[in-house]
C-alpha cells in the first residue's frame, strides 16, 4: 500500500526514535543511562496524586472541548500572578502542550507558509509544521556563544510575503537559552510591525536561572492581541502523563478557529484536567522552590562534568533542564547509536538525543547532543562515567 507524502516526509523524533534500541540494550543486561527525554523524576505534587484517589464521579464524562471552567479559572489566576492580563475566555485547555502547538499552527498557518523560528529548536516544531503544510524558515543559533540570539535585523530579513508568524520557546529547549526583555521587545516590534503572530512556548517559565525576571509575550502591549502563549503542566508539576496544556490568546478569531479544531478531537483528558486543577491550586511554593533548586544543582553538576571531557563542550543553560553539548565526534547520530548498540562501559551506556533533529536544515549540529538534567547527580555522574568511556572507545574504534 501507498504512503503519503507527508507520512514520508514526516520526521522521526531524535528524542524517541532510538528507544528500541535502548530497550534492545536492557535486554540485554546493560544499565541505560535515560538522558535523552524530558521526563523528570521530581515525584508530582501530593495533592495532585490525592486528588486523583479521590475522584468520586459516577461517569468518566466528556467534558467542554475549551476545557473544566474550573481550571481555565485556575489557569487565568495563575496567569495574574506573573502579572499578565489574562481571563478564563482567553484560555483553552489542549491534550499537553503539543496539541497546544498543533492547535495554533492548524488556525493560523495555510499550506506553504512560512514560520520564522530560532534554531535548534523543541524537534516536534518541525513535525506539526509538515502535519498543516507550513515552511519552517530557521534563525540559526550557535553552541559558540551560548546560543544567544542574533541581531533581530535577521528576523525582520527573513520576512517575505509567506510569513505568518514568529515562534520562540522561552526558556529554550533544547539548549537552555533565556530571551532577555530586550530581545523580546525587538522581536515583539517586528511582529507588531508586519502583522504576525508571535507563538511562545513558555512551558518552562518556573525554571529560569538568569538574574534577569522571566518575561512573557503576553505582557508585551505591542502584541497584545496577536500574541500566543503555549504552556502546559507537564514539566511545572512534574506530570508529563496526563496530557494537560493550554493555549492562551487575547483574538477572538483566532480562539473561536482552534475552538473547532478542539470540538472535532472532543475533549481534553478528564482525569488529567482533575489532577492539573489541583496542582495549580494547592501546590506550595515550597515544593517549587525545591524543584527549581534541584533542577539548578543538576544543571551546574552536568555542566561541570561535561565540560571536564576532553573534546566536550556544552555551554551554560539559562533555564529550562536541557543542555546542548558538542562532542569530538563527525556524526552524533551514528555516536548515539553505537553507545547503544555496541557499548558498555562496566555494564551501563548513555542514551541522548542527537541535536541533529533539532534543525530543519541538513547538516547542522551533526556533533552535537541534546541532554536532559532531569535525574539526581549520581545518575547523572553515573552517565558521564558511560559517556567519556565511550567517546574514548568510539574515537579509538573509529579513528575519529
Request: charged residues 25%; hydrophobic residues 40%; contains cysteine.
Amino acid at each position: 500500500m501507498k504512503i503519503s507524502r507527508r507520512g514520508q516526509r514526516m520526521p522521526s523524533s531524535p528524542i524517541r526514535r532510538l528507544f528500541h534500541a535502548a530497550r534492545a540494550a536492557e535486554e540485554r543486561g546493560v544499565k541505560v543511562y535515560k538522558l535523552n527525554i524530558g521526563q523528570p523524576d521530581v515525584p508530582t505534587p501530593e495533592a495532585a496524586i490525592e486528588a486523583l484517589h479521590h475522584v468520586d464521579r459516577k461517569v468518566l464524562e466528556y467534558t467542554q472541548s475549551e476545557g473544566l471552567d474550573s481550571l481555565r479559572d485556575r489557569l487565568a489566576e495563575y496567569y495574574r500572578g506573573f502579572g499578565l492580563d489574562v481571563t478564563r475566555d482567553d484560555v483553552i485547555v489542549t491534550s499537553g502542550g503539543s496539541e497546544a502547538v498543533l492547535f495554533a499552527f492548524m488556525t493560523a498557518l495555510d499550506p506553504h507558509d512560512e514560520l520564522i523560528v530560532p534554531e535548534p529548536a523543541y524537534a516536534n516544531y518541525l513535525a506539526f509544521a509538515e502535519m498543516c503544510g507550513a515552511r519552517i524558515v530557521p534563525v540559526q543559533t550557535s553552541i559558540e556563544n551560548g546560543f544567544r540570539l542574533p541581531p533581530v535585523e535577521e528576523f525582520e530579513k527573513l520576512i517575505t510575503p509567506s510569513t505568518r508568524g514568529i515562534l520562540i520557546c522561552n526558556p529554550n529547549n533544547p539548549t537552555g537559552y533565556t530571551y532577555t526583555r530586550a530581545e523580546l521587545e525587538a522581536i515583539a516590534d517586528i511582529a507588531a510591525r508586519h502583522g504576525l503572530w508571535l507563538f511562545s512556548d513558555e512551558v518552562y517559565r518556573e525554571f529560569c536561572y538568569t538574574d534577569e525576571p522571566f518575561v512573557s509575550v503576553m505582557s508585551l502591549p505591542q502584541i497584545r492581541d496577536n500574541a500566543v502563549l503555549i504552556d502546559s503542566v507537564s514539566k511545572r508539576y512534574n506530570e508529563c502523563g496526563i496530557r494537560i496544556g493550554c493555549l492562551v490568546c487575547r483574538d477572538r478569531s483566532l480562539r473561536d478557529a482552534v475552538m473547532k479544531f478542539a470540538q472535532a478531537r472532543l475533549s481534553p483528558p478528564l482525569l488529567g484536567q482533575i489532577v492539573a486543577e489541583a496542582s495549580i491550586a494547592h501546590t506550595s511554593a515550597e515544593y517549587m522552590h525545591h524543584v527549581y533548586d534541584t533542577y539548578l544543582e543538576r544543571r551546574n553538576y552536568l555542566i561541570e562534568r561535561l565540560n571536564n571531557i576532553p573534546g566536550v563542550y556544552a555551554p551554560m543553560p539559562g533555564g529550562a533542564f536541557y543542555a546542548m553539548a558538542s562532542l569530538p565526534v563527525k556524526d552524533a547520530d551514528r555516536f548515539c547509536r553505537w553507545c547503544l548498540d555496541e557499548f558498555s562501559h562496566n555494564g551501563t551506556t548513555v542514551f541522548m538525543a542527537p541535536a541533529s533533529g533539532f534543525y530543519s536544515e541538513p547538516g547542522k549540529g551533526l556533533n552535537q547532543v541534546r541532554i536532559a538534567y532531569v535525574h539526581d547527580t549520581e545518575y547523572l555522574g553515573g552517565a558521564m562515567d558511560a559517556l567519556e568511556a565511550a567517546l574514548e572507545a568510539y574515537r579509538r574504534e573509529n579513528k575519529e
